[in-house]
């Protein structure tokens, strides 16, 4: 048994220690997301005790950051045992000029990030005459990120517009008690932070009902569905992220599956009508569980025509309403395909495959770099047109309404590019098929 003395020197050591807790004040994992309005910019981050505050100040000119929008902040714990607490921080930045650089910092008056920079988004008139570019690819996580320093860099030096990260993150948010999550997310800010980081969940994704994913990004719509499903308008392209996971993990019931099924129905309805086409012909997905694959692992893509549960979810609504692309993860490596419906290959002609296909095209990009390493591949299939399994990513460029430009950087071969094609479509949505 303890004295009485013992106790009060065990409180008082106790309190001590309680006082000497660090204060975690400092803005970080900063990141940038489109809101679909190009005169608009979300900034992300955060911090670990509630700072009261949520401000971003910004301008043209390090020396002229007058502007400054104010936002909310959300409090997050994490499932783990140690019920690891941060605030997330969301500012929207309104009535920017397209196209436009802009310097800006976040935090409160308790604390400030660093400068950083990004450039507004193009209008529709600024998109058709530059193109739009984008970084492609899923399957990335803390350990053995091999394609992030090459993506860092070119994030800074505004190759792209945006990147696309198609579900796998951090390998994964939940361990440790979300600080494999933490520190993912410290990891990306380099790039992130310099241009919108558009997401989609993954599987590695799934733990506590994907609570990490939905609470540390801040996609379209957030409030709505929390970054599971939405969709975004940017130049010549109509793109729809979406959730594959739905129709996995059923023990989180059915009824996400059931009104994800619902507004893709509405969405891709209202993004097919004439008018809507007329300025956004190109519709292109991004979802994590491929249709199909070739890998060696027995994964759901690899199942045939009657059992493949991403494949008959969503391939005929797809088809349906005339989807130009389709890009893929989870495979950890790369896998191009013959424009491909219904295990067929529907080619618009034997010299050029591309132009004016009677399919969708299919991509898989999952190799950007984790844990897990790369994926080999199985028995080659008639409608495969290229394989590799070196570390690497996607680099997208919607040239314009009629033209886009696909090509596959491999790390491992030092940025070489080691695949490209150009699909080239004169008409779009459903009547492409006719």
């Known amino acids: 048994m303890c004295s009485k003395y013992q106790v009060i020197v065990l409180t008082l050591w106790v309190s001590i220690a309680t006082a000497w807790d660090p204060i975690w004040l400092q803005p970080e994992q900063i990141h940038l997301s489109a809101t679909g309005d190009p005169t608009e910019m979300m900034v992300t981050w955060s911090t670990f005790n509630d700072t009261k505050e949520s401000t971003v100040q910004y301008g043209a000119d390090i020396y002229d950051m007058a502007m400054k929008a104010t936002g ?59 193109g739009v570019r984008f970084a492609v690819y899923g399957d990335m996580g803390n350990e053995n990120a091999q394609s992030l ?43 992130a932070a310099y241009l919108p980081y558009m997401t989609c969940p993954g599987n590695h994704e799934e733990n506590y009902n994907f609570t990490n994913y939905k609470n540390r990004f801040t996609m379209p719509k957030y409030e709505d569905v929390q970054n599971l499903w939405y969709s975004w308008n940017i130049g010549p392209a109509h793109i729809i992220a979406f959730s594959t996971e739905v129709n996995f993990y059923l023990q989180y019931g059915f009824a996400p599956l059931k009104h994800q099924m619902e507004w893709l129905y509405a969405d891709l309805a209202e993004a097919t009508k004439p008018e809507n086409l007329a300025k956004h012909p190109w519709i292109i997905t991004m979802g994590h569980r ?23 979810a969503f391939e005929d609504l797809f088809y349906k ?80 309404s009629t033209h886009i430009n696909m090509e596959q950087v491999s790390d491992d071969k030092g940025g070489q590019v080691i695949d490209k094609f150009t699909i080239i479509k004169n008409t779009h949505g459903p009547d492409a098929w006719l």
């Open 72 to 130: 909310s902040r959300t409090k997050f714990v994490d499932g783990g045992s140690e019920h690891h607490t941060q605030y997330i921080h969301r500012v929207k930045l309104s009535n920017l000029k397209t196209g436009n650089m802009y310097l800006y910092r976040c935090g409160s008056s308790y604390g400030w990030s660093s400068i950083f920079k990004f450039r507004a988004l193009p209008d529709d008139a600024q998109a058709a005459k530059n």
């Open 321 to 400: 309403y005339g989807v130009d692309l389709e890009i893929w993860a989870h495979e950890h490596s790369y896998e191009r395909f013959w424009p491909l419906y219904d295990f067929k290959v529907y080619n618009g002609s034997v010299d050029a495959p591309y132009t004016n296909p009677k399919a969708p095209a299919h991509i898989v990009t999952g190799s950007a770099g984790c844990r897990e390493r790369t994926d080999k591949f199985g028995p080659n299939k008639p409608y495969v047109a290229f394989t590799s399994t070196d570390y690497g990513y996607t680099r997208m460029t919607i040239v314009n």
């Open 290 to 312: 491929p249709m199909y694959c070739t890998t060696d692992d027995n994964d759901d893509c690899t199942k045939d025509e009657y059992f493949g549960i991403t494949r008959v």
């Open 149 to 191: 320093g090459r993506l860092q860099v070119e994030a800074q030096d505004g190759v792209y517009d945006a990147i696309l990260h198609v579900g796998d993150f951090a390998y994964d948010f939940f361990r440790a008690n979300g600080s494999v999550g933490d520190e993912f997310m410290r990891q990306i800010q380099s790039a």
